[in-house]
């Protein structure tokens, strides 16, 4: 079992059910964790595309989540491992340098949401390269 990859999926995983919690106690969190301003206004005009939009994330995340947990040796071996990994590394590690540049202009959110969540992308990436370097030869 790969210590780094299991990092890594239970960080997917609790960013995941971060998620699910925005949708369930609504404009708050979704301020509270930046997701903007016009976000917590719709979820308190009671539009669904908060919860659409965050269900997305939702979904992506337990995938990712599952993809490291495979890799890991933790659960069952997924299809096309080496190329999911690979490319979940590189979203997560391109999001967190990406972020950085985003702060000056942040685009409806606020300059320490991309400082924090850039911050937050860049660790998990990271995590996920450590690990997926380590398990490279056995995927």
């Not at 925005?22 to 301003?37: H, K, Q, S, V």
């Not at 190329?83 to 985003?102: D, E, H, K």
Request: proline share 4%; glycine share 8%.
């Amino acid at each position: 079992m790969n210590f780094f990859l299991l990092a890594a999926g239970t960080l997917s995983a609790v960013a995941a059910i971060l998620h699910l919690a925005c949708i369930y106690f609504g404009a708050p969190w979704y301020r509270f964790f930046g997701a903007g301003e016009h976000m917590a206004l719709l979820a308190e005009q009671g539009s669904s595309q908060p919860t659409v939009i965050t269900s997305g994330i939702v979904v992506v995340l337990c995938l990712w989540s599952m993809y490291a947990f495979s890799a890991a040796g933790v659960i069952f071996r997924l299809p096309l491992i080496r190329l999911a990994l690979t490319l979940i590394t590189l979203i997560y590690l391109t999001r967190g340098v990406a972020g950085f540049f985003l702060i000056n202009s942040p685009m409806g959110r606020s300059p320490e949401f991309w400082l924090w969540s850039s911050a937050i992308c860049l660790s998990f990436g990271v995590v996920h390269f450590i690990g997926l370097k380590q398990q490279w030869a056995k995927l």
